[in-house]
């Protein structure tokens, strides 16, 4: 009998608990190659990362499960497929980050597109993380509220973040998710995330224009769990050494903490 691998949600409220914080490194199909991919391996050895993430928007090139096979063949490091379609499932994945666009008010990505997942979610054996997913206004328009064809969150109205993410708790999504979208202008402000963070208590992730040490410390310390960087890193695969050095600096003081 296969061992029961070990369950990432368990991993992440464990985590959560002991205030550790996270790093997410989003993979882009369409943007990388096996040379590209092989040097950020190399790198987060030096700089170890918590998770891999793989998704894009459209995903045109066919490689999305060669590539999670490279990486699956040169590091333990998590990879969570991060659909933006039900389309975008195959690969040797853990895990599934199975998006509802809370957010949005368009059926189809709030539970049409899991219709049509479902008995290929079950048979694949991804382990399925429920995830409420909310896309935030980051000053101009980004790919994924254009291809899902919804309004983003006003950047200014944390209150409404608070309760869109409540409710998503209370229909039973077990992380909540803030993206400012790929590349954003702006990330998603502080206070957003703080209002969230104090409205549930489901791990939460924020990425979109993380793109500085500042404004992942800002992320960290408003109350997200686990921070997900996908262009920057990209443009800029040193920028790693930097994320990775401000995510274990929280987690220092979190572990002297825990001393005294
Ligand atoms: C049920 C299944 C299997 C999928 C859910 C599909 C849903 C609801 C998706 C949420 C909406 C959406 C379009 C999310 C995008 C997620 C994603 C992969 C973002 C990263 O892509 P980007 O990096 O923004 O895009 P680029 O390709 O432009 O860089
Ligand atoms: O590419 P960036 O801007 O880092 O955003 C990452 C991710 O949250 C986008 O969905
Ligand atoms: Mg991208």
């Not at 590209?36 to 050895?45: G, I, N």
């Not at 990486?71 to 509802?100: C, E, I, N, Q």
Request: include cysteine; charge should be neutral; charged fraction near 15%.
């Amino acid at each position: 009998m296969r061992p029961t691998p070990p369950s990432l949600y368990d991993a992440l409220c464990t985590r959560q608990q002991h205030g550790r914080k996270a790093l997410a490194v989003l993979l882009d199909p369409d943007n990388l190659n096996e040379t590209s991919l092989l040097h950020l391996l190399r790198l987060s050895e030096a700089h170890p990362v918590d998770y891999f993430f793989v998704g894009g928007s459209l995903v045109l090139t066919e490689h999305q499960a060669a590539l999670i096979a490279l990486v699956k063949a040169h590091s333990t490091v998590p990879v969570l497929l991060f659909p933006s379609h039900s389309l975008h499932l195959d690969g040797p994945a853990d895990g599934v980050l199975l998006l509802s666009l809370i957010s949005g008010r368009n059926p189809d990505f709030l539970i049409g597109q899991h219709v049509v997942a479902a008995p290929r979610l079950k048979a694949s054996g991804l382990q399925l993380l429920p995830t409420g997913y909310m896309l935030v206004d980051s000053g101009r328009p980004t790919t994924a509220s254009y291809m899902s064809g919804t309004l983003p969150l006003p950047h200014d109205k944390p209150g409404i973040a608070a309760c869109t993410a409540l409710a998503g708790e209370q229909l039973g999504l077990k992380l909540m998710y803030l993206d400012g979208g790929s590349g954003a202008k702006n990330p998603v402000s502080g206070a957003m995330i703080k209002a969230v963070r104090e409205a549930v208590s489901t791990p939460i992730i924020v990425g979109g224009g993380l793109n500085s040490g500042e404004k992942v410390y800002a992320a960290l310390a408003a109350g997200a769990d686990v921070v997900v960087v996908g262009n920057h890193i990209e443009a800029r695969p040193e920028f790693l050494a930097e994320v990775v050095g401000v995510v274990a600096s929280f987690n220092q003081v979190t572990a002297a903490q825990r001393v005294f």
